[in-house]
């Protein structure tokens, strides 16, 4: 399958937007039998999909005709058109000749299915310590954003698992994502008219968790009044199961009932209820290894495992970090603000052992250190080192005492007028009254050689 190459922006058009919302277009992550998904930048005035020569992205496909489709920009909007393919041409599930694209969407191409994505720049401003801008190219899909290849197999994934039927099993760790995951599946499922109910298995005392999934009848224990259960409240739309692995044991069996017969039967009911719910479920424990201690029931574990998807820790996709980042920079409940370049590099570097969750947390403080509409890479290990239960401003005098030799005239200068200045760069160089380029090149120095560590620096003020 052959791939468009993207136009890189000029440095003028990156200069002009320092910092704000990304900018999006759409593009189609394309996955065949024979290699990983692709993408397509939907970015040309027509495309052709085909197996042949003829066409302007090759597709392999055993059921791929050589012409098979094309997609064509009209003003805003991207219509698919089928070719007069030998399979034809699905989208979301019904064979069209012609249809509108949208994202999200879930196109199959004979055995070849795609899946509409926006593709993002992020762009990133310039600072002192990083001489030329950059941006940080993404893709968003449903309210979640990646880079790594293996974030895009997952979006694709999630997409085909979202048309089905079956339980659904989200794994992965403490804070990586795996509600965004349920929600999506919820989106595309073509339940998003029915109603979702969110239920965390973690927080349900053993004496209401039945009550609480299958509802209960008024007198059927003491205070009980009619309650619906989630799985009824849930009926025509998704039931998300959160830290299913901590579901009390007595209500496994029942929850194992609930998923093979479409029924629950309510605390005190004389006859069940007919429910109709996608049920999607989510866990960080391993269920195998608590199958083989006994507190999940093996064949509960193989029914709701009947479709998966794995979300791995942040650390494995390290190509994600900056994009999910400047993502959340660009809210409005964050003021809009941006990472610099070097803060960028800097957070691809470091180990996020509580995942996405631990990443907003370093955002969230290092805005309140700093009210600049741009995070430096100095506010942020600011932070950090806040959230590591260290000082963030050790005496920079013990640095002067073990590294006093190293200091000469200049430099010793410099590290007095920041700590005089509370780490303020700007009123630093103002008393000093050198050259601009001269104090940041003898800071940055100080900074490689460990001297300069440990200052408020993220008040630029």
């Known amino acids: 399958m052959g791939r468009e190459e993207l136009e890189p922006k000029t440095e003028s058009m990156r200069r002009s937007l320092p910092w704000g919302r990304a900018s999006a277009r759409l593009a189609l992550l394309v996955a065949d039998s024979s290699r990983p998904a692709e993408i397509v930048p939907l970015d040309k005035p027509r495309i052709v999909l085909g197996s042949g020569a003829g066409a302007t992205v090759r597709v392999s496909g055993?059921?791929?005709?050589?012409?098979?489709?094309?997609?064509?920009?009209?003003?805003?909007?991207?219509l698919l058109r089928d070719l007069d393919s030998s399979n034809g041409t699905e989208l979301d599930g019904?064979?069209?000749?012609?249809?509108?694209?949208?994202?999200?969407?879930?196109?199959?191409?004979?055995?070849?299915?795609?899946t509409v994505v926006e593709q993002v720049e992020l762009p990133l401003a310039v600072d002192s310590e990083a001489h030329s801008c950059a941006t940080a190219s993404a893709w968003r899909f449903e309210g979640m954003i990646g880079a790594a290849p293996e974030s895009l197999e997952r979006f694709h994934l999630l997409n085909r698992l979202a048309r089905a039927t079956a339980p659904t099993l989200i794994l992965g760790p403490s804070g990586v994502g795996k509600e965004l995951a349920a929600l999506a599946l919820h989106r595309l499922s073509g339940r998003m008219r029915g109603p979702l109910q969110i239920v965390n298995g973690g927080a349900l005392p053993a004496g209401l968790a039945e009550s609480e999934l299958f509802g209960a009848r008024r007198g059927a224990f003491t205070g009980a009044q009619d309650r619906s259960g989630a799985f009824v409240r849930a009926d025509g739309g998704t039931l998300f199961l959160d830290e299913v692995g901590e579901l009390p044991s007595?209500?496994?069996?029942k929850l194992l009932r609930a998923l093979e017969a479409g029924e629950v039967q309510p605390l005190g009911a004389a006859t069940p209820i007919k429910v109709d719910v996608r049920v999607v479920a989510a866990t960080n424990r391993s269920l195998a290894e608590a199958t083989d201690d006994g507190s999940f029931r093996s064949d509960l574990f193989y029914r709701l495992r009947a479709l998966s998807v794995e979300i791995p820790p942040l650390r494995e996709r390290p190509q994600d970090v900056v994009p999910i980042a400047q993502e959340m920079l660009s809210r409005s409940d964050y003021g809009g603000r941006t990472l610099s370049v070097s803060a960028a590099r800097w957070l691809e570097h470091q180990d996020f052992p509580g995942n996405v969750r631990e990443l907003r947390n370093l955002l969230s403080a290092a805005m309140a250190l700093s009210r600049a509409p741009v995070l430096e890479r100095s506010c942020l290990a600011v932070a950090r080192r806040m959230a590591r239960g260290r000082e963030c401003t050790p005496p920079l005098t013990a640095a002067m005492e073990v590294r006093d030799e190293r200091l000469g005239p200049l430099d010793r200068a410099i590290v007095t007028a920041l700590h005089k200045e509370n780490g303020s760069r700007k009123r630093a160089l103002s008393e000093l009254n050198m050259?601009?380029?001269?104090?940041?090149?003898?800071l940055r120095r100080l900074r490689d050689n460990g001297i300069v560590t440990g200052l408020a620096e993220c008040n630029h003020g």
């Not at 007595?250 to 069996?253: C, F, I, L, T, Y």
């Open 435 to 442: 050259p601009r380029s001269t104090f940041y090149a003898r």
């Open 62 to 78: 055993r059921y791929v005709s050589r012409r098979h489709c094309e997609i064509r920009r009209v003003g805003r909007r991207l």
């Open 250 to 253: 007595e209500v496994q069996p």
């Open 94 to 114: 019904q064979r069209v000749s012609e249809a509108e694209l949208a994202p999200g969407a879930l196109l199959y191409l004979g055995d070849v299915s795609a």
